[in-house]
C-alpha cells in the first residue's frame, strides 16, 4: 500500500514570501499525485493535480508543484503568498496497490502573517 | 450547477445513540466515499461505494455502515456512537476519474 508523509505540520511565513510546502510518498506502483487546499470550516477543493507528461504542474491561485519521481517528492511552491493563502494543505496519492481511493497525508497548516 | 452537499452541518448527540448523516450528489457520480477528518490524520476511509449496492470497507470501518440504493446518496450511520467517533466527516464522489470531490462536511460531537 502507498503512503503520503507531509513533512511538516505548521509553516508560519510572511505576506509576499515564497513559500514551500513538501510531500513525500511511497508507492510499488505509478500513482497519480494531488494537493487540496482546506480553508477555515469548508471542504476540500483542489488546488492542482498531476497524472503523467511534464513534472511542472500550475494550479489555481499562483500555486504550482513539482513531481520528482526519483526523490518521490510532489512539493507545493508560491512565490509570493497572500493573507487569503491561510488554510490547510493535504497531499494524496491515488491508485496504485489501493485502486480508486485517495489516500492522505497528514496536512501542514499553512499561516500567512501580514 | 452540480454539487454535493451534506446534512447535517453540525451535530451533538450521546454514547450509544446510533446517527445517521447524510450525502447527496447532483454529479452523477459513480463513487463514492466516506472520510473522516482528526488532527494529525489528515482524512482517513471509512467506507465507499463504486456504484449501487456496491460498498466496501476502507481504513478505518469499525463502528460505521453505508448503504447505496440510487446514484445520487450514500448515507454513513455510525451504529452506537462513541466519544471515539467525534470528527468532522466528509463525502466525496468521483466520476470513473481520479478526481474527488468534497461535501462540505459535517462536525459531530458524540457526549
Redesign the interface.
Same mark, same amino acid.
Given at each position: 500500500a502507498q503512503s503520503v508523509t507531509q513533512l511538516d505540520s505548521q509553516v508560519p511565513v510572511f505576506e509576499e514570501a515564497p513559500v514551500e510546502l513538501r510531500c513525500n510518498y511511497s508507492s510499488s506502483v505509478s500513482v497519480y499525485l494531488f494537493w487540496y487546499v482546506q480553508y477555515p470550516n469548508q471542504g476540500l477543493q483542489l488546488l492542482l493535480k498531476y497524472l503523467s507528461g511534464s513534472t511542472l504542474v500550475k494550479g489555481i491561485n499562483g500555486f504550482e508543484a513539482e513531481f520528482n519521481k526519483s526523490q518521490t517528492s510532489f512539493h507545493l511552491r508560491k512565490p509570493s503568498v497572500h493573507i487569503s493563502d491561510t488554510a490547510e494543505y493535504f497531499c494524496a496519492v491515488f491508485g496504485g496497490t489501493s485502486y480508486g481511493k485517495l489516500t492522505f497525508g497528514q496536512g501542514t497548516i499553512l499561516t500567512v502573517h501580514p | 450547477d452540480a454539487e454535493i452537499t451534506q446534512s447535517p452541518r453540525h451535530k451533538i448527540t450521546e454514547t450509544g445513540r446510533q446517527v445517521t448523516l447524510a450525502c447527496h450528489q447532483t454529479w452523477n457520480h459513480n463513487?463514492m466515499?466516506w /472520510?473522516r477528518q482528526d488532527l %494529525?490524520? %489528515? &482524512?482517513? &476511509?471509512i467506507h465507499?461505494s463504486?456504484g449501487v449496492q456496491d460498498t466496501n470497507k476502507?481504513e478505518v470501518s469499525d463502528g460505521y455502515s453505508v448503504s447505496r440504493s440510487n446514484t445520487e446518496d450514500l448515507p454513513l450511520t455510525l451504529e452506537s456512537a462513541a466519544s471515539s467517533q467525534t470528527s468532522v466527516y466528509?463525502c466525496?464522489s468521483s466520476d470513473h476519474g481520479?478526481?474527488? /470531490?468534497? %461535501?462540505? %462536511?459535517t462536525r459531530l460531537l458524540v457526549l
Open positions: - | 463513487n466515499f /472520510y %494529525g490524520h %489528515g &482524512l482517513r &476511509l465507499y463504486y476502507g466528509f466525496a481520479e478526481t474527488q /470531490y468534497f %461535501g462540505p %462536511g
